[in-house]
Structures are given as C-alpha cells and as structure tokens.
C-alpha cells in the first residue's frame, strides 16, 4: 500500500530496508506520469510525438504493481518472525483498516461529489437517495473515481495476508517458487474470469496482482537475496534481467501504440501477459535503481524520493483534484509540440498541489488521518517533549 505501516519497530537484526521507500518515491511518480499523460495518448494520435506520450504512459504502468509488491514485502518483513493471536490480529486490522477506510469514505464521498456538480453543468439534476445508494456501491467496488480501486485491492491483501502467514510459517523451502505461485494464481485468476467469471472491474481483485505480491513476499523472506541483488555486483545476472526488461517494455510500449492507433487488435492475453512480464522484470530493475541512488554520494535524490514516498497515500488520494482544476483552466494545446509544456504542467501541479495541501494539514490537523490517513513521522505534528524522552529507541519499519 501507498501508506506507512505506523510505528513499527524492527529487531535488531531487521534494519530498516531504506531502498523501499525510495522505490516507493518512484511508483508515486510513476502514478502521475500515468495520469498526466492520458490525454496526449488519446488526442495525439496523428502527431509524431504520440510514440513519446505513449511509451512514457506505458512504461509508467509498473506504478500499481510496484505498490502491491511494497504491501507484500512489508507485511512479511515486518510480521514473518511475529506471533499472530486474535489479539494481534485485533490490533492488526485496526490500526490498518482505520487509517485507510476512514480517509477512503471521505475521498469517495467527496469525488461522488464532484461528479454530481458536473451533472448539475450539464443541466441535469440530482436525486439524492440514488446519489446516496450510488455512494455505497462505490465503497464496496473502488469505483467513486478512477483511482480508488486501488484501496479495495489492499484491503483484500490485508484481509488474507494472516492466512498466507499461517501457510508461510508452515514451510521450510521458502524459494522462488512463492514467486511461481503467485504467478499461476494471477494467470489463472485471468482464464476464470475471461472463460466463467466475467467479473467487473478485473483490476480491482487482488489476484490481478498476485506475481507481484508474492514477489514482494519472497523478498521480505529472503531478504539476504534482496540485499546482494541491490548491493553487489552481479554483471551477468543484471545484464540478463535488463536485457528482459527492455524487451518486455518494446513488447507492451507496441501493443499499446497499435492499440491506440487503431492499428492491429491483440487478443486480450497479449496485454495481460505482457503487463505481467514487464511488471514482473521492473520491480528488480527498480530496486537496483533504488540501491544505486542509495549508494551515491549525493543524498539529495534519495531523500526527495524518500519524503515522495512518505507523502504517497495522501498524494494519491488527492492528486486528481489538481487534475481536474488544471484540465478545467489550461486548455489542451492546439498544437503537438505544445503537449510537451502541457503535460509538464499539469503534472507539477498535481504534484506541488497535493503536497502543499498535505503538509499543513498533517503538521497542524491533528484529524488529517481522516482525510489523508496517517502522517509520516517527518511531516506531523512534533510529538510533546515528555513524549519524545518517554519513546525509547528503535528504527521505523519501511511501510507499504
């Protein structure tokens, strides 16, 4: 999740894994890239530059998975050497749930809103016990905007992470083959639905991103293989991987250019595999990246992603507000070339937007977890001094 755990403490022998929240950093930017440049793809088919927006569109696709993959690591980083009773399970989902349910209610409700005053625009009128009966079926299906599914994924993926726990405990080969069988429970998650389910909303079910989650799994259990792959040097495995990923993305960046194009229609399995092979290959590629900034002599990069990170659920939550403001008052350019300044500009709005709204209200709010769920510790209110003094040491878990 785009959320921080709270305040967990690692053992001793559990340092904080830093290279998560710079990745963390990165799918945020990965989620505006995505939502900045979704009206070029479409308006500028004809244009030279539509291979540009279109493969920057694409490539930005990781964003989703790369967040489930960060729920999966940090659950089991955090919970795989914990005992799990009904009281801690107790104090589990309530800490977790609270901090995302409650900010999502609010958020619905206000985007449902949003959506009736462009009703009310277009000269229609509102009847309030649908608008009202439309609300809960919002709730239950992520649909209120387009971005909300996304909350309905993690509470699925919190709900079962205690019996993956269980099974997880119960296994002495904890290999690669997890990352195999989360694989199958997303290709045959797929087949179902396209041959007998056939529900709505595929993408807002979990098991759309089962590879993902399970490999952020087989990374928070071996971890002493996630650390070698981020800090040593592994010339021909990281040669092999790169070289996976670059094809894995032409792949996708051309189904979606025909696709867009209107050029030659792909069977729905092309996209599906395809996604789930170039999500599968950037994940490793963007730890490395992620240790690489990491490792740098220059801390300026790694700290802006980190406080990126940091900021990413309620960054996430409000980002589309902007969005809208910024496609409601800046026309779209007459020419191509002006998409360039265009996108540029809407997404720093997006992005400068939502953090100058979250920062005052997470220092001076102490309710702003209602709207924009917790605030990181960096960002809220500076605890009293008693409280500091009384806190004891510890290092705070990365959160998902």
């Known amino acids: 999740m785009l959320q ?23 799918a945020m930017i990965g989620v505006l890239t995505v939502h900045s440049t979704s009206s070029a793809v479409v308006k500028l088919k004809e244009s030279s530059l539509f291979g540009l927006f279109n493969a920057l569109n694409t490539i930005a696709l990781f964003c ?17 050497d914990k005992q799990l009773g009904f009281r801690e399970l107790g104090a589990f989902f309530k800490k977790r749930l609270m901090y995302i349910l409650v900010p999502y209610a609010f958020m619905s409700l206000m985007y449902l809103g949003i959506k009736q005053l462009y009703v009310i625009r277009a000269g229609g009128t509102i009847e309030p016990l649908k608008v009202l009966s439309k609300y809960f079926d919002y709730l239950l299906t992520g649909n209120a905007y387009t971005h909300l599914y996304y909350v309905i994924i993690t509470v699925q993926l919190y709900v079962v992470f205690p019996l993956l726990l269980f099974l997880v405990k119960r296994l002495r080969n904890r290999g690669i083959w997890l990352v195999v069988i989360g694989i199958g429970l997303q290709v045959g998650f797929y087949y179902a639905n396209r041959y007998w389910w056939q529900v709505d909303s595929k993408g807002s079910w979990a098991l759309s991103y089962a590879g993902p989650f399970f490999l952020g799994m ?11 792959w981020m800090t040593r040097k592994m010339p021909i495995a990281r040669t092999v991987m790169w070289l996976a990923w670059a094809a894995s993305a032409v792949f996708l960046v051309y189904l979606w250019h025909e696709n867009r194009t209107g050029g030659h229609k792909f069977s729905s399995q092309y996209y599906e595999f395809g996604y789930e092979a170039f999500t599968l290959f950037t994940i490793p590629i963007l730890l490395q990246l992620s240790g690489w900034i990491r490792s ?38 007459g020419m191509p070339y002006q998409y360039v300044f265009w996108v540029a500009g809407i997404f720093a709005v997006a992005l400068i937007g939502s953090i100058a709204v979250l920062l005052p209200f997470y220092r001076w709010a102490g309710w702003s977890w209602m709207l924009f769920g917790a605030a990181p510790a960096k960002f809220g209110k500076p605890a009293p001094a008693a409280n500091q003094r009384n806190k004891g040491t510890g290092s705070t878990a990365v959160g998902s």
């Open 296 to 333: 740098s002599k220059s801390r300026f990069i790694e700290l802006r992603l980190t406080d990126l990170g940091g900021l990413s659920f309620g960054i996430y939550l409000i980002h589309p507000v902007f969005l809208l403001a910024y496609r409601e008052l800046v026309p779209l350019p």
């Open 64 to 80: 989703v998975p790369a967040f489930v993959f960060l729920t999966g690591f940090v659950l089991f980083y955090n919970y795989s």
């Open 4 to 26: 921080k755990e709270g305040s967990l403490y690692l053992s001793n022998r559990k340092p904080v894994v830093h290279e998560m929240n710079i990745l963390r950093g990165l």
């Open 218 to 228: 087989y990374a928070a259990l071996r971890y002493d293989v996630l650390l070698q």
